[in-house]
């Protein structure tokens, strides 16, 4: 927040200038969004990378280690890069010889709804799955 060396400022002050500059550093829309620019005719285009990736996942009492399976959407539109980030299916770690197969099932099913919508819209991208 820009306020002149020892002014006081207020929560307001700070508030307002932060909703003016929010959409410079926070990307407000998902892919769905972009599915409906699409079929309102804006040309998108979406390059999608997969990973799994362990992490902890914290509950009231206590905590897991789990494998989640994520995608990437690095969607151009309007000549600007704008990355989707979404988690498709988890297993727990200990687990994972036993339900990564499940796991990577669902991801994959998950991902392909994605991919009808994205054809449906005329969206460009490429087809990746989980292996």
Same mark, same amino acid.
């Given at each position: 927040m820009e306020v002149p060396d020892g002014q006081p400022f207020s929560l307001e002050d700070m508030l307002a200038q932060f909703e003016k500059k929010r959409d410079d %550093?926070? *990307?407000t829309l998902i892919l769905e969004d972009y599915t409906h620019i699409a079929k309102d005719g804006d040309e998108? !285009?979406?390059?999608v990378s997969v990973e799994k990736f362990p992490a902890v996942e *914290? %509950? !009231?009492n206590h905590r897991e280690k789990r494998l989640f399976f994520a995608a990437n959407f *690095?969607?151009?539109y309007l000549g600007e890069t704008h990355i989707c980030h979404r988690c498709f299916s988890?297993?727990? !770690?200990d687990r994972e010889r036993e339900d990564a197969q499940t796991a990577t099932e669902l991801a994959n099913r998950r991902l392909a709804a994605i991919y009808t919508s994205f054809d449906q819209a005329g969206i460009g991208y490429n087809r990746t799955f989980f292996e």
């Open positions: %550093f926070v *990307n998108i !285009a979406i390059q *914290n %509950f !009231a *690095n969607v151009d988890c297993c727990i !770690a």
